[in-house]
């Protein structure tokens, strides 16, 4: 009667411990998902510069070749421009030259033959440098042009890039704005499965209160194996299966009130304690133990109408023990089903 009144005093504390792991819960999944937006926003941001670069290179390529094109052609223009002035300047003496010719015509008429001849000779001197001169003037009329091309080419070609800085800048604003929309949903929505985790907990423990071998530590809700199952077995006996019933009927509860959106799962843990098996059985190890009890909870709840799509077991064997050491008190802490509401 002594050990009764002292598990009632137990059960009447106030239990601060899960609304404490909860905003724990809460702070690790915030801080892992701004990790995750992190390491999303820095792939794109590589993408993004990886293709800006890529542009960068050829509009600097295409650059370079018409400064090359553009080079030559003004070397080009140069040597016609001073072959034009050699021209002139041979043309200036044709004409002096016929001047004077013509002088000395009208002086002598003894040498008027040669005279004439010699005008006559310089007069088609006269006409191939100018028609010399004339495809001179078209080719670098046509020298123009092109290099009006080049320019306009360069033109496109600094367009194109800042265009391309333009879209980087965009880019990077979608990026930023993304994370904080995916951020704030985030929140919002831990924060609302962490709210359904809690009233689910509260109406567990109301409906299963009397009893000091079902407890909550942490964000799970724990059953010894002995409320469940017998020594050694995967087979729940009668009394765990009306535990398992009112589990099943809260769970049911709590489906209809989580939105559809919020993709919960209840995840079923099935622990031993570290003593082995005898090994001759159908169970070799508490390996296969702890994952055939969690597994047959899990069928227990879905016969009970759980949908199957909200459950998830597990088996820990004795690797994640709640106490150490070999006392009777320890090991039968150890050997448990746990329960947590989670995200799949």
Known sequence: MAGGMRARRRNQGTDYWPGFVDAMATLLLVIIFLLSIFMLAQFFLSQQLSGRDTVLNRLN??????????ALERASARELEDTISGLEASLGDATSEKDRLLAL???????ADEAGGRAAQLETLLDDEKQVSQRALAQIELLNQQIGALR???????AALEAAEAKETQSQAKIASLGKRLNAALVQRVQELSRYRSDFFGRLREILSQRSDIRVVGDRFVFQ??????????????EGQVELKKLADAIKELAVQIPDEINWVLRVDGHTDARPLSGTGRLRNNWELSAARAISV???LIEQGVDPKRLVAA??????????GETP????????????????
């Open 298 to 300: 899990v069928r227990y």
């Open 61 to 70: 390529a295409q650059i370079s070749e018409l400064t090359q094109l553009l």
């Open 152 to 158: 306009r080419q360069l033109a496109a070609a600094n």
């Open 105 to 111: 015509l009208a002086n002598s008429s003894g040498e």
């Open 225 to 238: 194996s002995e409320v469940l199952f017998g020594s050694g077995s995967e087979d729940i006996n009668p």
């Open 329 to 344: 008190d320890a090991l039968a802490k150890n050997r448990r089903i746990e329960l947590k509401l989670t995200e799949r």
């Open 315 to 324: 088996g820990f064997g004795e690797f994640q023990p709640l106490e150490e």
